[in-house]
Every structure is written in C-alpha cells, then in structure tokens.
C-alpha cells in the first residue's frame, strides 16, 4: 500500500562522487557457493514493449529506457531447480563521464512496480544525471515471471460488490472465515505451493544481491519506499559489506506486530483525515459541510447507504468498498486532497466516477477490466513474512487490542477487525520471515526519512529504525506517505546529497 515510485540503487565507488566507467560484467564482489551463474549472468537490454503489463507501465515506459530479465533461481536452496524472471528497466545515466554507478529503485507495496518507479522518476535530477536508474519488479509481480495470482478478474470485481460481513457474532467470524479459507486455497492452487514459499522478503534481498553483482556495483546503493524499508534493512542484515549507501523512506517499524501496525495505520490514516477535514470544510463547496468536527458523521452519512446499495457508474457499480478505499487512497498526500474534494463533491451531487477510478487504482484494476497482480502479491509476501496467528485465543486478544486502539469514526471496516482467522492463518506454506529488531554492525551510514504525518508508516516507525540501524534521520514536517523525490527541495537536496557524496543531513535537521 504505497504510493510513492521508487525501488532500490547499486553502486561501487571507491571515493564518493568519483565517476566510474561502465560496469564490467558480474560476477562482482562476494558470491555465494553455487550461484555463480546466477551472479554471473549478462543482461539482454532491449525494447521495453514487451514487458508492459498493466495501465502504469503502459503509459510509463516511454522515452529512452530499456528493459531486460534478470534469472533467479525460485528456491535458494535448490538452484539447479526452477527459476523467475525479473523485469528491469534502466534510464542510463545522462553522461558517462559524470556516471556514478547504478541507482535501482522500489515502491514498496509490498506489490508495487520498481519499473514503473524507476521509469516515472525525473530524469531531469540529479541524481538522474549520476546514476544509471535501475527498478526492478520484485518475484511474483508485475513484469516478472511467474506472477502471483490468487483470484481471477471477474472474481475480483465481484469480491468488491460484495457488502460487508458486519457484526462479530460466531456466524459472521464463520463466513469470514471461510472467504478468507477459499482464497489461501485459490492461491496456492493459481501460484503453486513453491513459488509461494519464496515470494518473501527474504528472497527479494537475494534477488537483490544477485542484482548488484550483475550490475557491475561492488557495492550497492539503496532507495526504498514505505515496504521498501524492509527490505532495505532485510539487505543490509544479510549483505551488511555490500552496502555502499540507503535511503529508507517511509519506515515500516522492524519489530512491530500486526496489531501495532494496524493502530498505528489507523490513528495515522485518522489523523490524515482530519487535516484535511480542516482544509475540506473551510471552502464553501465542501462535501463535508462547514464543521470540521462534524466532518466524519457527514462522511459516514454519504457512503453507508452503499453497504446495500451500490451506486451506478456507468456500466459498473460504486460498492461500500470502494469509496472507503477512495477515500484512504486520497489521504495518501497532500497532493491528492483536491481530487478527493472532488470525488466526493461528486458523489453527493450522485456521481461516483471518481472514487470508483481513485478504487480502481489502489486495486490495480486497468480499465480493459484486468488486474495487475498488487493486491495478491501484497497478501502472499504478507503472509510469509509475518507468523500466522491460528490460534482463536490470541485472535480475539488482538481483535480486542485492535478496537480498543483504533480511534472510531467513518469507514469503519468491522470485517477486518473481527476476531476471526486472517487469509495468512490457512496459508499453504510457512512464513521465512518475522518482526524483530535488526542487529548489524559494519554497515556505513544510513539515511531514514519519516513524515510526521504519514498515515500509513507513522513518523515514530522511522525513529525506531533510524535507532536500530544507526542511520540519520531527516524529518519531514508533512502530511505525505514518503516525501523524497516529491517536489521538496530541502528533502531531495538532502537525500541527493548523501547519494552522491555519501554526507548524511546533520542530525536534528527538519523540512517542512
């Protein structure tokens, strides 16, 4: 669930800003046993027609990029069994004099495309100028080979008409239960249980080392945004001595569980709403009236009609869902307060065009009706790198530290809150991952951002991991999921300063 567009970097430079001539071809650095062929592959760069997937990456891989694949193996631990492909792009640096190394960039998500990232960035930065642009598409999603996939379209379009199952009665935690049940079935049937069991954190960072080596860097250069965090700091605890620089942007906290991070998300999301409220309700034309306060009832007035009855848009239909995903995808930054406004100006007027398209785009649907893989992606590496909780006790505990922590108001979701088995509970395979506090020592110095009013990553998460990883930390007064690269000059010259020329902001500095 993010916003942001942008994937991860690799670079070796033996003095920073040091220009390099182009890489040699891998293996580069440190290679684990057995994977020399993997490290060692040579990339085909060619026209990036055929790797368009989706709306995004149709409209994005234009101008002068190139794609290629890139060969892993699907488990680590038996290389000489299945492989994935991953989709690259790359923007090459604008001089080969001035070329730094590569710069490899990832969205988050988890889900997100890092081509679409690295192909959406502003070539016309600085860092554009010193550094190859690199995204890849992580296992499983978007470009790369094998997708994950779990329902088909139709099914997903109906999942979203569906009206919500409310109450916490034992026969609705049941049907709750039993979508949830079908759906971990359908996954593992539609993926398969192997490439499942790899789809994780953990094998991304591994992907990622591989990516490194067989781009000439010795050392890699990271930018990852909100899950890119993690993976971020999952690489820099396996590969500690192939890290050159990171930027970590929009924290995922290391050690939270999920109840931390649902009420974290929703007093965040919370927060979100009621500055813009505050901005919404002093213009006349406001959906939400005039009062501020009164903001959330008005809100709750409009869309509860939906749970059962969904508006009309054409030849589709506006569902409960949809406008409350709308709504949560508008709050997302400042920068989409205008078309929220609008969205929801339109709805009372009846029409819901916007909200669905806002929906739509969170969702991953393209307007031909077909999906990206975001949201099964988002659900599979969810559910292996976090442990499962099947055990009926510590679900009603969480459900019951969930309400008593999440602020009350609209959009209310009383489906996913319910003490009832999550998807990840009847998953085919184990997870390969958990929450924890990282422990590294030997790395270089990091970069942290974190906004102060990030709905979906809280500004404390990034404090936690600037502490636990021993990085500086550049606040960002704002309310915006991720702030680097975003039109902010104080945060950009900050964070493509520490790029470039490996200085860290000095501690305590702030942008607004």
């Known amino acids: 669930m993010a916003v942001a567009v942008f994937t991860l970097t690799a670079c070796s430079t033996a003095m920073p800003g ?43 891989f234009k101008g002068d990029v190139e794609c290629a694949r890139l060969e892993v193996p699907v488990d ?139 781009l000439g860097e010795r050392k890699l250069t990271y930018l990852g945004f909100s899950y890119g965090t993690r993976i971020g700091t999952a690489y820099a605890e396996a590969f500690p001595g192939n890290v050159r620089a990171m930027i970590l942007d929009g924290a995922v906290a290391p050690n939270q569980d999920r109840v931390q991070q649902i009420i974290g998300q929703a007093n965040g999301f919370k927060k979100a709403f009621d500055s813009f409220a505050a901005a919404c309700t002093k213009k006349s034309t406001c959906a939400l009236g005039t009062s501020a306060p009164g903001a959330e009832a008005e809100l709750d007035k409009m869309v509860d009609p939906l749970k059962a009855t969904p508006l009309a848009v054409r030849d589709r239909k506006l569902s409960y869902s949809d406008a409350a995903i709308a709504v949560i995808q508008g709050l997302y930054s400042e920068e989409l307060w205008p078309t929220l406004e609008q969205a929801l100006g339109d709805f009372k007027a009846g029409r819901g065009d916007i909200l669905l398209k806002l929906s739509d785009f969170y969702q991953g649907r393209n307007a031909d009706g077909s999906y990206s893989s975001s949201q099964d992606a988002f659900t599979a590496i969810r559910c292996v790198d976090d442990p499962p909780v099947k055990d009926r006790a510590v679900v009603a505990d969480e459900a019951r530290r969930i309400a008593e922590g999440v602020p009350k108001g609209a959009l209310d979701d009383e489906e996913d809150n319910a003490p009832a088995l999550s998807p990840c509970a009847f998953w085919a395979v184990p997870n390969t ?80």
């Open 18 to 60: 040091t220009p390099l001539a182009a890489p040699p071809r891998g293996p580069v650095g440190p290679i684990p046993a057995g994977l020399e062929k993997f490290y060692g592959q040579e990339l085909a760069w060619g026209d990036c027609e055929p790797y368009v997937n989706d709306e995004l990456s149709k409209l994005s």
């Open 76 to 214: 680590y631990a038996r290389p000489q069994a299945a492989t994935a492909k991953l989709g690259l792009l790359r923007k090459r640096a604008g001089k080969p004099a001035d070329r730094i190394g590569a710069l490899v960039l990832n969205p988050g998500g988890p889900g997100q495309s890092g081509m679409v990232a690295a192909a959406s960035m502003d070539w016309k930065s600085s860092l554009a100028a010193r550094f190859d642009l690199v995204g890849f598409d992580p296992r499983g999603v978007g470009a790369s080979e094998p997708k994950v996939k779990c329902l088909s379209d139709k099914e997903k379009d109906a999942e979203r008409l569906k009206p919500p199952i409310t109450g916490v009665s034992p026969e609705a935690v049941a049907a709750i239960e039993q979508e949830n049940k079908e759906f971990a079935e359908r996954c593992a049937k539609e993926t398969g249980a192997d490439m499942l069991a790899n789809i994780g954190t953990r094998d991304v960072v591994k992907d990622m080392d591989v990516l490194r080596s067989v």
């Open 433 to 512: 991952s958990a929450p924890h506090e990282p422990k590294v020592s030997g790395l270089p110095e990091l970069l942290v951002i974190s906004s102060t009013g990030d709905p979906a990553t809280p500004y404390a998460a990034g404090v936690e991991l600037a502490k636990a990883l021993g990085a500086a930390l550049l606040t960002v007064e704002a309310n915006s999921h991720t702030a680097f690269l975003q039109d902010n000059r104080c945060v950009d010259d900050a964070g493509t300063a520490y790029l470039i020329d490996l200085k860290p902001p000095a501690e305590g500095t702030r942008c607004k």
